[in-house]
Structure formats: structure tokens, C-alpha cells
């Protein structure tokens, strides 16, 4: 709902209804017994101005980077009130977001990482389960 919303490919309307699709569509999947991890990796303007400028020099990594990704990094602003409501609307505690700070490419990781397996051991004890216990 980020490009739609931003970009002006669908209404308020319609992203307003989205987010009730996505609750419901994320209800029905943990009512089911999955569990539901999500995560918003978040860099700062600057962090993702060098990153961009480091990976434009990298012959072996500018194929990542295209003229959509600068196009869409003057829309920075509007993406991160898009990104604020979104999370709002669809933080649940059958599906709650997890925000990692990313900065720091390893520590993002490690969170990403850690955050899974909090998340798979919760369900499991929420389905009657014992996790294995720490190594």
C-alpha cells in the first residue's frame, strides 16, 4: 500500500480499506496457527544517500540501484507517512511489526534474526508447544 498510496495509484479509499483486508487477511492466518513476523527496516536519509552513492561506484552492485530508487528518494518524506500509518493500521498482537534500526547492516540482522525465533517460540507455546530450550 506504499506505492499505491504515494503514488497516487489508488484512493484514500481505497489503501483505508486495504489495511481492514490486511488485518483480516493476517486474523484468519494466525487464528489458523501460522506465525506472523513482519518487520520495517528503517535507514536514515543519510545512511541510505551513502549507500546509494557507495553502491552507484560498485561495478559489481549498480545494477541494484535504477533511476526509480533516486526518483522515489525525493518522495522520502511522503513514503515515511505512508510507512507510519501503515504500521498503525496493521500493528495487531496476532501480527505486531517489529522496526529495526538499520543502520548498521549486521545488527539489523542479528535483530531480524533474534525477532524470529522469539516470534516462532511464542507461537509454539501459544499452540500448546515447548519451544527446545537455549543452546
Not at 549498480?62 to 500509518?85: G, S
Not at 504500521?87 to 538499520?102: F, G
Request: aromatic share 8%; hydrophobic share 35%; charged share 40%.
Amino acid at each position: 500500500m506504499l506505492v499505491e498510496r504515494v503514488e497516487g495509484y489508488a484512493d484514500k479509499a481505497a489503501w483505508k480499506r486495504a489495511y481492514e483486508e490486511i488485518r483480516d487477511f493476517e486474523r484468519m492466518l494466525s487464528e489458523e496457527g501460522m506465525v506472523l513476523v513482519k518487520f520495517w527496516l528503517h535507514v536514515s536519509s543519510r545512511e541510505q544517500l551513502e549507500r546509494f552513492e557507495r553502491r552507484s561506484k560498485d561495478p559489481l552492485r549498480t545494477w541494484k540501484l535504477t533511476d526509480e530508487d533516486w526518483r522515489n528518494r525525493k518522495k522520502r518524506r511522503a513514503y515515511l507517512r505512508a510507512v507510519e500509518d501503515m504500521v498503525e493500521q496493521t500493528d495487531r498482537e496476532n501480527a505486531p511489526w517489529t522496526l529495526v534500526e538499520a543502520g548498521s547492516k549486521r545488527y539489523a540482522r542479528v535483530k531480524v534474526i533474534e525477532s524470529v525465533i522469539q516470534a516462532i517460540e511464542h507461537g509454539m507455546r501459544r499452540q500448546g508447544m515447548k519451544p527446545p530450550p537455549p543452546v
